[in-house]
Each structure stands twice: as C-alpha cells, then as structure tokens.
C-alpha cells in the first residue's frame, strides 16, 4: 500500500526517497523496512531499548549514510528536537513517508511533527474499536506506556479531523490498524471515499494477534 501511494505522488512530484519512522519496533516487521531495501534513506525512533538494543547488535551500528536510529520516547518536549534531527540527516522537509506509531500519545504530537517536517504521505495507528464518526483520542499522558489492551490512541475519525484541510485519508488497512493519509495538493492521482466507506474495523487475526482486551479505561476518560 506504502509503495502503490508513493508511486501515485510520483507522478505528481519528484520523491525525495526518504522516511521517517516514530515506533520503528526491533526492525523485523514496521512500515518502512521495505523502504530501505528500495534505496529510501530514513530514520527510525523507538522507545525500547531492547528493540533498539537489537537494532545495533543486528546492523552493527545505529547510524549509516542510509539510517539513523535513535531511542527515545516522543512527548511535547522531545517530538521537535527529534524531527529536527531526523530532517537535518535526511537534508530536507520534503519527506516522502511519515510513519507514526507509539501506542498513545499519537494525536497529541503529530501536530508537532508538521511544524517541521511537509510529508507527502503519513501512516498513523488508528484505534479500529471506534468507528466513524465516533470520535475518541487519549487524554494526553507523557508517562504512557500500553497496556496491551483497547485504551490507546485515537479513532479514525479523530485523525480525519486533525488532518482536514491538509491530509486527506486515502486508505486503511484490512486488518483496522493503519490508516494512510495523502497531502491535499497531491491528490489527483487518487480517488477520494468517504471516512465510513474507507474505514476497516480491527481484523488482528490477520496479523496473528487474537485481539486487545477490554477496559473501562475509555469511559473513565469520558466522565472525569
């Protein structure tokens, strides 16, 4: 899905060949491992010292002419430094795939990460228990960390309406967890849905997970 969109803009501008990552996981399965085989250069941002810790031992260094990978947790604080950073090694704004995934906070800092960076194309994790037009983000908590079960994130449509007049969804996964958004000056090339046609409720089977427990942590939420 990542490459047929990136093939699209292309046709509209020229590709930078570049990424970012926020949630790169250990490397073995994320959004822009694919990129790098293609001849992408990017950067990758995680949390996990033992995902990191991995990352190192199997690449041999952190840091090459075509990765940059950094540990760090992105909050309000750190999100601008760190995409300062990732851009500055990239040499440009202009990158072509923006991936974020941290299981929390997403909603909260994505607007950060625009102040500095102009992604054509931005994957963000969305929480598929909340279908449109249900909107629902997490209360922003710096010290975060998931659960492992259905209070995380935001909703589809809670993403729909931080990006209007920017990004335009364009697409979502089939098993509800990753929703792809394009910038809305490269647009031609795709055909616009609505949110509720495009909206793909949680099938984690289909990637070997039997699903996120229930809590009341959502309604505990609501009526504080």
Known sequence: MIRACLERIATMVPLSNTFIEIGCGN??????????????????????????????????SLTNKALLVTEAFATLTSTGPLIDEF????????????????????????????????????????????PPPTRMAMSYAEQHRWAEDD???????????????????????????????VRNDLLGPFTIYSTARLYQPCRYWLVGNNGHRASLKWLKQMLS
């Open 151 to 181: 209070y995380y994130g935001a909703s589809l449509q809670a993403w729909v309406d931080l990006f209007a007049g920017k990004y335009t969804l364009v697409s979502c996964n089939l098993s509800g967890v990753n929703a792809f958004f």
């Open 27 to 60: 490397g073995l399965e994320n959004n822009t491992h694919q990129l790098l085989l293609d001849g992408f250069r990017g950067a990758w941002l995680d949390g996990s010292a033992s995902n990191i810790g991995f990352i190192a031992e199997q690449l041999g």
């Open 87 to 130: 851009s500055d090694f990239l040499g440009t704004q202009d990158i072509d795939f923006f991936s974020f995934d941290i299981d929390g906070n997403d909603l909260h800092l994505m607007p950060i990460a625009l102040n500095s960076i102009t992604p054509k194309l931005i994957c963000v994790e969305y929480n598929g228990k909340f």
